[in-house]
């Protein structure tokens, strides 16, 4: 089994939720775990999983809403052949799959009425029928569900059985978003960096500007860790520089001036006839130079302003402009403190 994936974090409130699922995990009960989309479910039911006496069985994972309803039983429950067409030989479902281990159904919610009920029988009795089968098959997997919705609403709403959710609550874990621990979003951040910085073969991770680490802060992250995972590996890979602390947040991949439906509705506006120019680069009066070195530092910094301001500082742009490399560029700004 591979190495357990890291649950980071120091705000109280992801600490006492850590604490419940590991005060839990010992216990051969079914668990539900509650949370926004990204903030660790399934990391909080491998601690469930590694933490019990089921640690060397196997850890089982399922998306109920992967699967259109006509194959969650079969894939839930397994089938004998012959039990529907193309069902050419039997096949073991994933509740056999975890027998003497655990099972995580993840997006719980979504499951049919009809999954529900065969899903009770196997938490109460421990025992299931394949499809197309009339034998009973004995198991012994712990139940993990997770989910985003609010089980005890839906219950009350007839949308889930609640003999089954009485079932599946033993115990409940809710996880915090992240805009409720915001003091751990740097902590997750350089966590992130770090590793994204051994992957891209850089000697270190140079770290945030205080105004990337302030638009990190400040972000509501939605889409909570795994959010942040990716922001964070996105712009580390954009930015380029290992030398330089990244200082430039891409947190819309998606974000560009020719984007699908922007770029056709959207007309870049004429220049006015009044609007202020890019400076051309000053040019030193030559017989009045006293310090060659300096000129030339001074001459460069300038041809470099010029062409970020034509280029509108967008950096690759331009390098190519000046028939650079991105990383010739970056250099050549941090040298003249243009970063």
Not at 19 to 29: I, V
Request: aromatic share 6%; glycine share 6%.
């Amino acid at each position: 089994m591979p190495a357990p994936t890291a649950l980071i974090g120091q705000a109280a409130s992801f600490l006492d939720a850590v604490e419940r699922a590991s005060a839990a995990a010992p216990l051969n009960r079914p668990v539900l775990v509650i949370g926004e989309r990204g903030t660790g479910k399934e990391l909080i039911a491998e601690r469930l999983h590694r933490l019990s006496a089921r640690w060397s069985g196997p850890l089982i994972t399922m998306n109920c809403a992967a699967l259109p309803e006509n194959l969650l039983d079969a894939e839930l429950f397994g089938y004998d052949a012959g039990a529907f067409t193309g069902a050419a030989r039997a096949r073991a479902g994933r509740f056999e799959d975890a027998d003497g281990g655990t099972l995580f159904l993840d997006e719980i919610a979504t499951l049919s009425a009809a999954a529900q009920e065969r899903l009770l029988r196997v938490v109460e009795y421990g025992e299931l029928t394949r499809l197309g089968s009339n034998r009973v098959i004995r198991v012994d997997v712990r139940v993990v569900g997770a989910t985003n919705e609010d089980l005890p609403a839906l219950a009350e709403a007839g949308r889930f059985r609640a003999d089954l959710l009485d079932r599946l609550s033993f115990e409940v874990v809710t996880l915090p978003p992240l805009r409720a621990r915001a003091d751990d979003i740097p902590l997750l951040a350089a966590h992130f960096g770090r590793r994204m910085a051994v992957e891209l073969g850089w000697p270190s991770f140079p770290g945030f500007t205080p105004a990337a680490a302030a638009e990190l802060a400040a972000h509501p992250w939605p889409g909570n860790v795994r959010e942040l995972k990716n922001v964070v590996e996105r712009s580390l890979y954009r930015w380029g520089d290992a030398d330089v602390p990244v200082g430039r947040i891409v947190l819309d991949a998606f974000d560009s001036p020719w984007r699908p439906g922007v770029a056709a509705t959207r007309a870049l506006p004429a220049p006015a006839a009044n609007d202020a120019a890019a400076p051309p680069p000053a040019v030193p009066d030559h017989a009045s130079v006293a310090d060659l070195r300096l000129a030339v530092a001074e001459y460069e910094r300038n041809i470099l302003a010029a062409a970020l301001a034509k280029c509108r500082h967008n950096q690759r742009a331009t390098a190519a402009a000046l028939a650079l490399t991105y990383d010739q560029l970056r250099h050549a700004l941090k040298r003249h403190g243009m970063l």
